[in-house]
């Protein structure tokens, strides 16, 4: 529940307070500040970097596109992607978009992003938990162990469990994946290093498997895990029967396991003074793909906020709004309908129609990727999804 405060008699010492310091915070402040340079940004982030956070780090090139074009560049070790492989019932399905995106591990993208934040001046505070919000008509004050803080307004960038989103009175959500994931060498039959593969040869799981190439301690490894929606899913039985699948034995590596909240239509994600992002927000249930939207989400949530700055229009009543008619809202609108259509009665017949729709792959990649989709291909995509139908019935 918000707790409503005495008005503060001082103005608030800063414009824009961001509570997490990962992908979607930090990219929210770069773009807060390359559309509004004087805006006094602080990052609140309750973890000492570097700080290491369990994600498969696959990330789409759109992601770094985006960064790109406010001059951003993260240096850390990455395995470059050049392709994706889809596996269906025993048929393996490869689209290739060289330069589509790239491995990462958290500790080391999230620490060097956040580098490039202070390095531009935007005050990144790490080490510093948020205990409380309280919510007034002058602005926010963020209690820490530490010290307090005061805002115009607040982003919630905390992920799944974050306090932002408890403390503005918002509902947990009801879309949850598990997922767990852990490295391994790699073993015979796995995919070239430039490529990532996604298994749903499992029909009654309500997921996937994955391995990404990765690198861990600068030592080639592949990144293997389960993506399970369903809490009967049991991914750690299912990482088990997959790696023993590999001669691979669970018990003989680390075992990491988290989850994740998916975006839903409709579901409000702001009140006024305070708005969410990310994770908090809620990013794509179908894949699980966080980090790019992460991102993507900063750079709508900066040029966003960077105009309510100068209106001084704090209500983000439209902030739903302005998401969902973005490239990124479009997205997770169309992935959150796609998953309820795979896992549902017609996974088997849709398993059959993929593999015949090439174009429409691609298109997802190049997607992925942030490369323009041309119109040819979407006539292709639509063409070849018709006559796989037909060849179904």
Not at 29 to 38: C, D, F, I, S, V
Not at 231 to 251: N, S, T, V
């Given at each position: 529940?918000?707790?409503?405060?005495?008005?503060?008699?001082?103005?608030?010492?800063?414009?824009?307070?961001?509570?997490?310091?990962?992908?979607?915070?930090?990219?929210?402040?770069?773009?807060?500040?390359?559309?509004?340079?004087?805006?006094?940004?602080?990052?609140?982030?309750?973890?000492?970097?570097?700080r290491d956070k369990i994600c498969g780090g696959g990330i789409g090139?759109?992601?770094?596109r985006l960064l790109d074009k406010i001059g951003v560049e993260v240096?850390?070790?990455?395995?470059?992607?050049?392709?994706?492989?889809?596996?269906?019932?025993?048929?393996?399905?490869?689209?290739?978009?060289?330069?589509?995106?790239?491995?990462?591990?958290?500790?080391?993208?999230?620490?060097?992003?956040?580098?490039?934040?202070?390095?531009?001046?935007?005050?990144?505070?790490?080490?510093?938990?948020?205990?409380?919000?309280?919510?007034?008509?002058?602005?926010?004050?963020?209690?820490?162990?530490?010290?307090?803080?005061?805002?115009?307004?607040?982003?919630?960038?905390?992920?799944?469990?974050?306090?932002?989103?408890?403390?503005?009175?918002?509902?947990?959500?009801?879309?949850?994946?598990?997922?767990?994931?852990?490295?391994?060498?790699?073993?015979?039959?796995?995919?070239?290093r430039d490529t990532i593969a996604f298994d749903f040869q499992t029909?009654?799981?309500?997921?996937?498997?994955?391995?990404?190439?990765?690198?861990?301690?600068?030592?080639?490894?592949?990144?293997?895990?389960?993506?399970?929606?369903?809490?009967?899913?049991?991914?750690?039985?299912?990482?088990?029967?997959?790696?023993?699948?590999?001669?691979?034995?669970?018990?003989?590596?680390?075992?990491?396991?988290?989850?994740?909240?998916?975006?839903?239509?409709?579901?409000?994600?702001?009140?006024?003074?305070?708005?969410?992002?990310?994770?908090?927000?809620?990013?794509?249930?179908?894949?699980?793909?966080?980090?790019?939207?992460?991102?993507?989400?900063?750079?709508?949530?900066?040029?966003?906020?960077?105009?309510?700055?100068?209106?001084?229009?704090?209500?983000?009543?439209?902030?739903?709004?302005?998401?969902?008619?973005?490239?990124?809202?479009?997205?997770?609108?169309?992935?959150?309908?796609?998953?309820?259509?795979?896992?549902?009665?017609?996974?088997?017949?849709?398993?059959?129609?993929?593999?015949?729709?090439?174009?429409?792959?691609?298109?997802?990649?190049?997607?992925?990727?942030?490369?323009?989709?041309?119109?040819?291909?979407?006539?292709?995509?639509?063409?070849?999804?018709?006559?796989?139908?037909?060849?179904?019935?």
């Amino acid at each position: 529940m918000v707790e409503r405060r005495v008005v503060y008699p001082s103005p608030p010492a800063w414009d824009v307070a961001i509570v997490g310091g990962g992908p979607a915070g930090i990219s929210t402040a770069l773009h807060l500040q390359a559309a509004a340079p004087g805006a006094r940004i602080v990052v609140l982030e309750k973890s000492r970097y570097p700080r290491d956070k369990i994600c498969g780090g696959g990330i789409g090139a759109r992601a770094f596109r985006l960064l790109d074009k406010i001059g951003v560049e993260v240096a850390c070790p990455h395995v470059a992607i050049d392709a994706v492989a889809v596996r269906f019932s025993g048929e393996t399905i490869v689209v290739r978009e060289p330069g589509c995106g790239a491995v990462v591990r958290r500790i080391e993208f999230d620490h060097a992003l956040a580098g490039a934040a202070i390095a531009r001046g935007i005050e990144v505070r790490d080490g510093c938990a948020v205990e409380r919000l309280g919510l007034s008509d002058r602005g926010v004050e963020i209690v820490t162990e530490e010290t307090t803080f005061t805002a115009r307004c607040v982003v919630g960038a905390d992920g799944i469990a974050g306090v932002v989103r408890r403390q503005i009175g918002l509902p947990r959500g009801a879309l949850r994946a598990q997922v767990v994931e852990l490295d391994t060498e790699s073993v015979t039959g796995d995919l070239p290093r430039d490529t990532i593969a996604f298994d749903f040869q499992t029909r009654d799981l309500r997921g996937y498997a994955w391995d990404f190439p990765t690198l861990v301690d600068g030592r080639p490894r592949v990144c293997r895990g389960v993506y399970a929606l369903g809490a009967a899913d049991q991914p750690r039985a299912r990482l088990a029967a997959y790696l023993e699948a590999k001669g691979l034995d669970l018990a003989g590596y680390p075992l990491k396991q988290f989850a994740e909240r998916g975006f839903e239509p409709g579901a409000a994600i702001a009140q006024p003074r305070a708005l969410l992002v990310g994770e908090a927000a809620g990013i794509d249930i179908a894949s699980g793909e966080g980090i790019g939207q992460a991102i993507e989400y900063g750079a709508v949530a900066g040029g966003y906020l960077a105009r309510a700055l100068a209106e001084d229009d704090l209500g983000f009543a439209d902030w739903r709004r302005t998401v969902d008619r973005h490239h990124l809202g479009l997205q997770l609108r169309l992935r959150h309908a796609a998953h309820r259509v795979f896992y549902g009665r017609g996974r088997a017949t849709l398993e059959r129609l993929l593999p015949r729709m090439p174009a429409a792959m691609r298109a997802g990649l190049q997607d992925f990727a942030g490369v323009p989709v041309s119109g040819i291909g979407v006539i292709q995509s639509v063409g070849q999804f018709v006559a796989a139908a037909l060849r179904a019935r």
